[in-house]
């Protein structure tokens, strides 16, 4: 099956959508189906373990971008016409004069994450209409179905490469956030919260892992810049200070015990209604977070079977099971 991916960010670009577009690029590869990517123009085209990338150059992201994605897919048309199925990752609207002018094409759609709090009625059309115009969907997460009344056909969480867990004596009194340094991560909280360990806990070590928009606002903690082998970091470090599915997941197969903030509603229900909420710590304050990393440095024990829970858990979330459900969802 020639399959096309429609994705604002895929590699040299770090992130979740990255990741997850790239791992089930990979295994639909090794099945036989022959992939293309379309993304932004960070990078060159050409070859990537397998993947064909096409790149949409000098892509702004303003109100005009659609219009220059259009022009660019008319003129690579080809494209299209040679696919069996599309598949948009959230962009749906790239494809969107296309799905008149090929109506018999079959188009998917998987819905990651939310973009922002509160959320907007534009937010919630778009994403219905990409729902209603697509030939199935795919949530990363449970919360989608109930903030923007998307009817899922399949609910996924990601998934990870367990490998060998580092045995390795690790300073307890420590942790590590990594992920891009913005609102909906967190960071800022975070790093409030390892003010109030660090006053009972005065050594504690606390490393930030990443790029954004508050890097020089944590200009004072120790911080380096994200790397894609980033969960190599949870080798040396204690508890992960994470709250994006995909870092929650490589936390739990490290076992490493997982500390999530939220600051919103949607970001509340995006870690509760996860199938992994009672194997990870959740608070709504950097004071009730530093509480609980006291508790757990107190108390081995409780840690230890938190860990496990989360690690018997993680350990059935594939790549192989979560490409089960794009080749299910593409036969609907």
Same mark, same amino acid.
């Given at each position: 099956? =020639?399959?096309?991916?429609?994705?604002?960010?895929? *590699?040299?670009? $770090?992130?979740?959508?990255?990741?997850?577009?790239?791992?089930?690029?990979? #295994?639909?590869?090794?099945?036989?189906?022959?992939?293309?990517?379309?993304?932004?123009?960070?990078?060159?085209?050409?070859? *990537?373990?397998?993947?064909?990338?096409?790149?949409?150059?000098?892509?702004?992201?303003?109100?005009?971008?659609?219009?220059?994605?259009?022009?660019?897919?008319?003129?690579?048309?080809?494209?299209? =016409?040679?696919?069996? #199925?599309?598949?948009?990752?959230?962009?749906?609207?790239?494809? @969107?004069?296309?799905?008149?002018?090929?109506?018999?094409?079959?188009?998917? &759609?998987?819905?990651?994450?939310?973009?922002?709090?509160?959320?907007?009625?534009?937010?919630? $059309?778009?994403?219905? &209409?990409?729902?209603?115009?697509?030939?199935?969907?795919?949530?990363?997460?449970?919360?989608?179905?109930?903030?923007?009344?998307? =009817?899922?056909?399949?609910?996924?969480?990601?998934?990870?490469?367990?490998?060998?867990?580092?045995?390795?004596?690790?300073?307890?009194?420590?942790?590590?956030?990594?992920?891009?340094?913005?609102?909906?991560?967190?960071?800022?909280?975070?790093?409030?919260?390892?003010? @109030?360990?660090?006053?009972?806990?005065?050594?504690?070590?606390?490393?930030?892992?990443?790029?954004?928009? *508050?890097?020089?606002?944590?200009?004072?903690?120790?911080?380096?810049?994200?790397?894609?082998?980033?969960?190599?970091?949870?080798?040396? *470090?204690?508890?992960?200070?994470?709250?994006?599915?995909?870092? $929650?997941?490589?936390?739990?197969?490290?076992?490493?015990?997982?500390?999530?903030?939220?600051?919103?509603?949607?970001?509340?229900?995006?870690?509760?209604?996860?199938?992994?909420?009672?194997? $990870?710590? &959740?608070?709504?304050?950097?004071?009730? @977070?530093?509480?609980?990393?006291?508790?757990?440095?107190?108390?081995?024990?409780?840690?230890?079977?938190?860990?496990?829970?989360?690690?018997?858990?993680?350990?059935?979330?594939?790549?192989?099971?979560?490409?089960?459900?794009?080749?299910?969802?593409?036969?609907?």
């Amino acid at each position: 099956m =020639k399959i096309l991916f429609l994705t604002r960010g895929f *590699y040299p670009g $770090i992130g979740g959508v990255e990741k997850h577009v790239e791992e089930v690029s990979k #295994i639909l590869i090794k099945k036989g189906h022959d992939l293309t990517v379309v993304t932004k123009s960070y990078g060159d085209e050409g070859l *990537y373990k397998g993947i064909k990338i096409k790149r949409i150059k000098k892509m702004q992201d303003n109100w005009f971008e659609k219009f220059y994605v259009w022009i660019w897919f008319w003129k690579n048309k080809q494209l299209i =016409k040679n696919a069996d #199925i599309v598949h948009a990752h959230d962009v749906f609207y790239w494809y @969107l004069p296309f799905r008149f002018m090929f109506p018999r094409k079959k188009v998917f &759609i998987t819905f990651h994450g939310y973009e922002s709090y509160p959320v907007r009625k534009r937010a919630i $059309i778009v994403r219905k &209409i990409s729902e209603l115009l697509s030939n199935g969907n795919i949530c990363v997460g449970d919360f989608i179905k109930k903030w923007y009344g998307t =009817k899922a056909n399949f609910v996924i969480y990601g998934a990870v490469n367990v490998s060998a867990v580092n045995k390795r004596t690790i300073n307890r009194q420590s942790a590590i956030f990594y992920g891009r340094l913005d609102d909906q991560t967190g960071v800022l909280d975070y790093a409030k919260a390892t003010e @109030l360990i660090k006053e009972k806990y005065p050594k504690f070590d606390f490393l930030i892992l990443g790029e954004g928009k *508050y890097k020089h606002r944590l200009k004072g903690y120790n911080t380096k810049k994200f790397k894609k082998n980033a969960v190599k970091y949870l080798e040396n *470090y204690n508890f992960a200070f994470v709250s994006r599915y995909l870092s $929650i997941l490589e936390a739990l197969a490290a076992k490493r015990l997982a500390f999530a903030l939220y600051d919103n509603p949607i970001k509340e229900d995006y870690l509760r209604m996860s199938p992994f909420s009672g194997y $990870i710590v &959740i608070e709504n304050s950097p004071k009730k @977070l530093a509480e609980r990393v006291d508790y757990y440095l107190r108390n081995r024990q409780a840690e230890e079977e938190l860990i496990e829970k989360g690690f018997s858990w993680v350990t059935n979330q594939t790549w192989e099971n979560v490409v089960g459900a794009y080749l299910r969802n593409s036969q609907k």
